[in-house]
């Protein structure tokens, strides 16, 4: 099945109508608009997320359709380097379940959010708690990108430290389409704990947690090497989460 075949945009609306009287489920890939180093594109976590939509589409053959990407996310911690534009948390949320809420009131019951962006995890439980008070009736979940391939990142000649722009999503941007990384303008950020500032460093804790901008990692913004990336770690990290997307959409059109 064509990539094209599943996007939701393509179809008329009577084929909406069908598709949704047939019970198919939606995608919904959510990204964001930030610095992601000299390399990457601001467009990293929407490419990554829409590639991952289609990819799990293309595995239920007809009963999945991919809405068009949300490009925008929650990223003021990216703000204070170029190229970033970032949504109030609030406004993201609202957008979501207003979407969400929208489809739900003219019949779609299963909505599967696909994010590529880290921060917008916050957003998308206040998203999901409002769309229980609106429209409970609607499965509503939302799935990370990067995070659900343990394995392949576990394999990953990574930095102490790594994460945002670093060995992964580097990898993962190479594997989709390597034209889109300036691999001459990769750099190094923050690779080792002893390089960051106290408040950075306490940061890195996932529990209680703090924020910081990206700045005050690296200059750059960058965690991790990725220049150490390559596109095959790339197709391993992208393999494992579209198998496990791919098996929770089917236990959602289970439903």
């Not at 929208?102 to 995890?121: M, P």
Request: glycine share 10%; proline share 6%; net charge negative.
């Amino acid at each position: 099945m064509t990539r094209e075949a599943h996007r939701y945009d393509h179809l008329t609306s009577p084929e909406a109508e069908q598709a949704q009287c047939d019970g198919a489920l939606l995608i919904l890939p959510v990204g964001a608009l930030e610095q992601h180093g000299d390399g990457l594109p601001l467009g990293t976590d929407s490419i990554r997320a829409d590639h991952v939509a289609h990819r799990v589409a293309g595995e239920l053959a007809g009963r999945c359709f991919v809405l068009p990407t949300v490009p925008y996310g929650v990223s003021p911690h990216h703000r204070t380097l170029p190229g970033t534009v970032s949504l109030p948390p609030t406004l993201f949320a609202e957008l979501i379940a207003q979407i969400a809420g929208e489809l739900a009131g003219s019949g779609w019951r299963r909505l599967l959010v696909v994010t590529g962006h880290g921060g917008n995890a916050a957003a998308l439980g206040v998203a999901q708690q409002l769309l229980l008070s609106s429209h409970a009736e609607l499965a509503f979940a939302w799935s990370p990108v990067t995070a659900l391939a343990t394995e392949a990142n576990g394999q990953l000649p990574r930095a102490e430290v790594t994460g945002h722009s670093g060995e992964s999503e580097t990898a993962q941007v190479l594997a989709i389409d390597e034209t889109l990384v300036r691999r001459d303008h990769l750099r190094p950020g923050a690779t080792s704990l002893a390089e960051l500032s106290p408040r950075a460093l306490l940061s890195r804790t996932a529990k209680p947690s703090i924020a910081v901008t990206f700045d005050q990692y690296a200059p750059n913004g960058v965690l991790g090497d990725p220049t150490t990336a390559t596109s095959e770690d790339g197709e391993a990290i992208l393999d494992e989460v579209v198998a496990a997307v791919t098996a929770y959409a089917r236990r959602m059109l289970a439903l």
